[in-house]
């Protein structure tokens, strides 16, 4: 058990601390879309390390059962194939250039998503570039670090590495997208909600006079930092920030219920 915990372990850590670190330049990315940093939304290290750990372990309560059907279906075809495909694992896996060959495909693959985010490629040159890229800059390193023990252990380390940063940039692309997306709409996507974006609405009041502010509209709260708040009036479709003195949100709303179809402007008082 201590032995299987182990390597769950190691192949666990370097993915979520490599997914960890690029998190962070994505959750940056949303809030930049309002004009803001997450630091005057009140993100601060606390919060932003508890909202990307709460993203990790939702993604490796994911990843678990999906693991666990492919081994399965492996065994599955290992049983039909009267062990025909262990062993041709076998044989490939004592074959240095040929792991080196799929481990650098492989890593030439996890640039897929850097480059989603900095340009926007057709996939079939993007196919070429990762393939490319994977040959020419991996295939002879991973082949030299078969040779030892702790060749191998960097080369997994490396590996799963990539993996992780892979993944945060698609992840970071679909935020990018989704944060656009609540910009021009109002509506806050699944995946902005699963790196803990609120989607909180309020009517803003004067504190001295009593008044609604800005015509009543609902204004969606983004947070408050050293005393100010930070709203996005949706049917204006600007970011505005007030002292918390001398403002009082109203008629809270967590989540609201909309109808098909919303839109910014949708919800002016």
């Known amino acids: 058990m201590l032995g299987l915990l182990e390597r769950i372990s190691s192949v666990l850590l370097p993915i979520g601390v490599a997914l960890y670190a690029v998190l962070y330049v994505g959750i940056a990315q949303v809030y930049w879309i309002f004009n803001i940093s997450p630091q005057q939304a009140g993100i601060d290290q606390a919060v932003l390390f508890g909202r ?27 049983v039909i194939s009267r062990g025909a495909l262990r062993r041709a694992y076998t044989a490939l896996r004592a074959r ?60 997994k380390l490396v590996v799963l590495g990539l993996t992780g940063i892979g993944l945060g940039f698609l992840l970071i692309l679909n935020l990018v997208e989704a944060a656009l997306e609540t910009q021009e ?10 790196v803990g974006f609120q989607d909180q609405w309020a009517v803003l009041e004067d504190k001295e006079k009593g008044e609604p502010l800005y015509e009543g509209r609902w204004m969606m709260v983004l947070g408050e930092s050293e005393g100010m708040f930070a709203f996005y009036d949706c049917d204006k479709l600007e970011t505005l920030r007030r002292p918390s003195e001398s403002v009082v949100l109203t008629q ?5 219920e909309r109808e098909p179809g919303f839109t910014c402007g949708s919800r002016a008082g």
């Open 52 to 78: 990307l750990l709460l993203t990790v372990i939702l993604l490796v309560v994911i990843a678990v059962p999906t693991a666990g059907v492919l081994v399965g279906i492996a065994w599955l075809l290992n």
């Open 96 to 155: 240095p250039w040929f792991v080196g060959l799929v481990a650098g495909l492989w890593c030439g693959a996890t640039y897929w998503g850097l480059a989603q985010v900095l340009v926007d490629l057709d996939v079939v040159v993007m196919v070429v570039v990762a393939v490319g890229l994977g040959v020419l800059a991996f295939l002879v390193p991973f082949r030299l670090m078969r040779r030892k023990p702790v060749g191998r252990a960097g080369m």
């Open 185 to 194: 709409t109002g509506q806050v996507s699944e995946v902005l909600l699963l």
């Open 252 to 256: 809270l709303v967590l989540d609201p």
